[in-house]
């Protein structure tokens, strides 16, 4: 369920009014939704990259890579897919998709099952396949990055050179509105021009904290930037429960 932009627009200005710490007008607010929106986007691709190169196995459990497919794919406007990677005879490698945004890599083993796959340095794969009593236990996909947009695949076996998968993320976030009506000389709440939020709803405490540092570093007052980061720290500490 997207994240309502009035109640954002209110708690933001709730806290900003909080000791007369001043008013967001609604195009400063729109302005840092916005820019909040894309920086909470993106950084789901770079936590994404830091998992993958760990691995199923050496994560923890509560899966955070699940947790975080959870989020892109309850954004609104944007899609997960499995997109088939092509293999490069010539040189022995996976091609990937030229998608920008991609998640976790894929094989099918020989049973037909999806396997993940895991990162791991070209030296230390040769090193496992040169050693019989490691490959006999070398039994995970791997992969190595070989170029731009390529790798190459490896099991116990040797090359995988069939049913190499990886997730790809499609569309991007819409764009962020609280529209309204001036009436009284007051800009009043029109829900009928307005754009919610497209990211899960888990996020609108990053959400409300995020707008409000922006806010205090537009405005260079130290006290709002440090009213958000108190209201950051009791969310983490909260969520840490």
Not at 194 to 206: I, V
């Amino acid at each position: 369920m997207p994240i309502n932009v009035d109640t954002v627009y209110q708690t933001v200005q709730a806290l900003a009014n909080k000791e007369q710490r001043g008013y967001i007008t609604p195009q400063e607010f729109n302005l840092f939704a916005n820019q909040v929106q894309s920086d909470i986007f993106e950084q789901y691709f770079y936590d994404l990259n830091a998992f993958r190169k760990q691995g199923p196995s050496e994560r923890e459990m509560g899966d955070s890579v699940e947790f975080l497919m959870r989020k892109i794919n309850n954004t609104s406007g944007v899609s997960i897919n499995r997109t088939n990677c092509s293999f490069n005879t010539i040189s022995q490698s996976w091609v990937l998709p030229p998608s920008q945004n991609k998640g976790r890599l894929f094989a099918t083993n020989p049973s037909g099952k999806s396997k993940e796959l895991r990162l791991m340095g070209m030296s230390e794969i040769e090193n496992l396949l040169a050693s019989k009593w490691h490959k006999l236990g070398f039994n995970e996909y791997v992969y190595f990055e070989d170029g731009f947009n390529n790798i190459q695949v490896w099991f116990g076996g040797g090359a995988v050179q069939t049913g190499v998968q990886v997730e790809t993320v499609n569309g991007l976030p819409g764009v962020v509105s609280w529209g309204y009506n001036i009436v009284n000389e007051k800009a009043l709440y029109n829900p009928g021009t307005s754009n919610n939020f497209s990211l899960d709803a888990s996020e609108r405490a990053d959400v409300v904290v995020s707008i409000l540092k922006l806010a205090g570093i537009s405005t260079e007052d130290p006290a709002l930037f440090q009213a958000a980061s108190s209201e950051e720290q009791q969310n983490l500490q909260q969520e840490n429960k």
